[in-house]
């Protein structure tokens, strides 16, 4: 006589998988959403809030009636489950506080795949028993409740679709207009941003101030919603973490899958000769091969086989990405243009690269950690199917997916907390590299007690952070870890029933427990790996931001080099330009320098000399009018080849912390000895450099702090000698010399500029007499223009300048002028 149970157990099996993994995938979407907006939701109402009920309890109802259907159709422990799980499934849908329509159309699909093939089998059965009739309307009713559900969410879409016309038809019905694969919330809670922190509100402002209002991005990125969102944003990082071409990366890779294959191989097989030998101990055999093999297996299972095999491969993986990531944000940064590093600290911006360097650990994680954990999982609940039932194997997977859902749920709890931590590290490092820097300031003022407090305020803000993150994190793994012992208690007393009944053997219930350590392990690592891998990217959020900031000077595309030889022939052509939102630096200046020519830029401070020198080498971009060398603007060339043909000397030169020599070699690396010395000479201070210890050996310190600022602006000139290159900027170069030196330098500058254009910034009026055109600035424009005495027979402003100074006023006057 057919009979229900003639429906394959495998169906309903498999139905209650599919019901469990939608929740789980719908609830990771979801976590971290505020709410669904108006398109995502159905309106609560009383009718389809009773048609859920109704399935919910029809599927109770089959359950009940399945389990307790007599033994003569077939005891259906499978049936029963199924129809448990989508019970649940549709009362947790009743009770939230809307219904999804994505959550309705995905169970309604599960149900109908599952349910009308085999309420169709039954029904084709003949032969019913009045229990089964019975069994049958219910199904049926509830088939025909879902199928109307389904038409009100496809009715209800496709009006919306009517509406919105074509705003919505382009977009993916889970999306929430953005593309992101979320239900489509517009106002998510930030993740982790939960009432339970205990970070404090106080501190959070605080820290947020800290961070100077640069955390906008990581702001902005912590608002995007729930964590699928948020992860998307780390989208930029992949190809510097996938190594796509690098076969030898690639082959290391290869090699830790197939470990990890044969790891997983080895988890079964391990725990399945135990469970032998312990058969073989019950029929009272000596089991001396069976242990033996066991040997052999525990030592290529364990660290001193693959385990061993697999470290060795991680090394070259590892590495792959830190070179990538490293280099990539040291290119990026370094690419940068100069509103940005004029913007930021220096120290910031090294700690957040260093901070960022935790996603070389990504790769590692995602790849050789959690996947593989995830495959174990599936093999686990294959085995544990065949071996013992279905309801040992989905209770080993409904506890696995609820410790990952547990877990989701606690990191988010912590996230706040690390974004402390991470802001506070870079306090530290920031007041650390100022005062460090600043030493001599700090000497000077006698600020030492200032600043110990200071920074010592800054550790312990760190330590305070990074106490309250360590402590939830601990609460949070005694939680989470709680839920092992129970699934391993629910799973032992299933099999061990097997045994009772006598439908498995006790050298099984001894594979279960060994098996259980293999299957456990993976499970918790898995956990802990999420909690840090959300830890490292919340660490990278600042280098994500790094690497998203686009550079405000850039080459255009394709822009070409600066063709040569350039003559020299420089021009301001009515030029604008503000810093920023400040009001404006430089104000329809126009300046026309021939080849060779020297133009002289006086004026008060802060009249926009600078400014003009740095718009010429292009560290920011006029706002308007242009800037032209030998007729090329400067934005259409290469930022590099436009470098290649100026060479500056700066109010306060940078020397690097090593040799004189290194030091001057870095204008021209390819320069030969006699090249260094030869610049020297022309700069005066060759014979300066001989007389030290180690002459041109000898270390300047960091910022050339060991010498004088003389010796430092000289060797800074001497750099711009062996550039050799045909536009010369000099700003304020002879400031810091002796008048005897100056006339020395000036003498040796005038001889290099006869071939160059150059332009000479200056407050001693007296370096610039000779220039073939001096311009007074003064608030950004050009008031006066000539020659050195056209200006002085005009009597305007740089008539009293030199009167000033012939008066013998410092040129601190100036500034007042
Ligand atoms: N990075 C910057 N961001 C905002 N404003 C700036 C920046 N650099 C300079 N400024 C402002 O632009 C104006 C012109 O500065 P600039 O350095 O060109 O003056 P200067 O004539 O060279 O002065 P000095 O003779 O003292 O060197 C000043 O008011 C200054 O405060």
Redesign the pocket.
């Known amino acids: 006589m057919p009979s229900v149970a003639s429906v394959p157990m495998p169906l309903y099996v498999a139905s209650a998988i599919s019901v469990l993994l939608f929740i789980f995938i719908s609830f990771l979407l979801n976590f971290g959403g505020k709410g669904h907006d108006n398109r995502a939701v159905l309106r609560k109402n009383l009718l389809r809030t009773a048609a859920v009920c109704l399935i919910a309890g029809a599927y109770g109802t089959e359950g009940v009636l399945v389990a307790r259907r007599p033994d003569n159709l077939g005891p259906s422990p499978d049936h029963t489950v199924a129809a448990t799980y989508h019970a649940v499934a549709w009362a947790a849908a009743c009770l939230r506080r809307q219904l999804v329509v994505s959550e309705i159309l995905g169970l309604a699909t599960i149900c109908l795949l599952f349910g009308v093939p085999s309420v169709t089998i039954e029904a084709v059965a003949g032969g019913r028993t009045k229990e089964q009739t019975g069994l049958l309307a219910v199904q049926f009713t509830r088939l025909l409740l879902i199928v109307c559900l389904l038409a009100d969410c496809v009715s209800r879409f496709a009006r919306r679709k009517q509406k919105d016309g074509s705003t919505e038809e382009g977009s993916p019905f889970l999306s929430d207009g953005t593309g992101s694969p979320s239900y489509g919330s517009t106002d998510r809670l930030p993740i982790g941003s939960d009432s339970t922190s205990d970070s404090g509100g106080d501190d959070q402002d605080e820290d947020d101030e800290d961070g100077d209002g640069k955390d906008v991005r990581a702001t902005q990125l912590r608002k995007s919603g729930s964590w699928t969102v948020y992860l998307q944003h780390f989208k930029i990082f992949l190809p510097h973490l996938i190594p796509r071409e690098d076969p030898k990366v690639q082959a290391c890779v290869l090699l830790c899958v197939l470990c990890l294959v044969g790891d997983r191989v080895l988890n079964i097989l391990v725990p399945a000769q135990l469970g032998l030998i312990a058969d073989k101990l019950l029929a009272r055999q000596l089991p001396y091969a069976d242990l033996a093999i066991y040997l052999v297996l525990t030592l290529v299972h364990g660290n001193s086989g693959l385990g061993m095999i697999r470290a060795l491969a991680k090394i070259p993986v590892e590495q792959f990405s830190y070179r990538r990531l490293t280099n990539a944000a040291f290119a990026h940064v370094m690419s940068l243009a100069?509103?940005f590093h004029?913007d930021r600290d220096s120290a910031e911006v090294m700690k957040a690269v260093e901070q960022g360097g935790a996603l070389t650990r990504v790769l590692d994680t995602a790849m050789l950690e959690m996947l593989p954990t995830v495959v174990d999982m599936a093999v686990a609940f294959v085995l544990l199917y065949t071996k013992f039932n279905a309801a040992v194997a989905l209770c080993m997977l409904t506890a696995s997916l609820a410790f990952l859902a547990a877990e989701v749920v606690t990191s988010s709890w912590n996230v706040d907390n690390r974004r402390r931590v991470t802001r506070a590290e870079r306090r530290e490092a920031r007041v650390m590299h100022q005062a460090v820097q600043g030493w001599v300031t700090v000497s000077a003022f006698n600020m030492l007690a200032h600043e110990r407090l200071q920074f010592g305020n800054a550790v312990d803000k760190q330590l305070a952070a990074k106490r309250d993150w360590s402590r939830r994190d601990a609460y949070i793994t005694a939680l989470s870890e709680a839920l092992i012992p129970v699934t391993f208690f629910a799973l032992a007393c299933l099999v061990a029933h097997e045994v009772y009944v006598g439908r498995a053997s006790p050298g099984d219930f001894v594979f279960l427990v060994q098996y259980w350590d293999f299957l456990i392990w993976p499970i918790k690592f898995l956990s802990h790996e999420y909690r840090y891998l959300m830890a490292d990217l919340i660490d990278a959020e600042r280098l994500l931001d790094l690497l998203t900031t686009e550079p405000t000077v850039a080459d255009r595309e394709g822009a070409a080099r600066l063709t040569g030889p350039v003559e020299g022939r420089v021009e301001f052509d009515h030029v604008e330009f503000a810093?920023?939102d400040?009001r404006t630096?430089i104000h329809d200046v126009s300046i026309l320098a021939q080849p060779g020519e020297t133009v002289a830029l006086v004026?008060?401070?802060?009249?926009?000399?600078?400014?003009?020198a740095k718009l010429l080498l292009r560290y920011y971009d006029v706002t308007g009018g242009g800037v032209r060398i030998d007729g090329q603007d400067v934005r259409d060339v290469t930022q590099g080849s436009l470098r290649d043909v100026i060479g500056v000397v700066p109010?306060d030169p940078l020397l690097f912390n090593a040799s004189i020599m290194e030091n001057l070699r870095y204008a021209r690396l390819a320069a030969s000895d006699e090249d260094v010395y030869e610049a020297c000479r022309a700069a005066a201070i060759h014979d300066k450099i001989l007389s030290f210890a180690d002459g041109y050996g000898t270390k300047v310190g960091e910022q050339g702090v060991k010498l004088s600022g003389g010796e430092v602006q000289r060797l800074a000139i001497a750099r711009v000698f062996l550039k050799d290159p045909p536009v010369l900027v000099l700003d304020?170069a002879t400031s810091a010399v002796d008048t005897e030196t100056e006339a020395e330098i000036q003498a040796a500058l005038q001889r290099v500029s006869k071939r160059r254009t150059t332009f000479v910034?200056a407050?001693r009026l007296s370096t610039v007499v000779r220039a073939d055109q001096i311009l007074v600035?003064h608030e950004?424009a050009i008031v006066e223009k000539g020659r050195h005495q056209e200006l002085l027979d005009r009597g305007g402003r740089y008539a009293a300048l030199w009167r000033k100074q012939l008066g013998g006023t410092d040129e601190h006057v100036l500034v007042d002028v």
Do not use: C, N, R, V
């Open positions: 100069m509103e004029a810093y920023g400040k630096a004026g008060t401070t802060g009249a926009g000399k600078s400014t003009l109010q304020e910034i407050h600035l950004g």
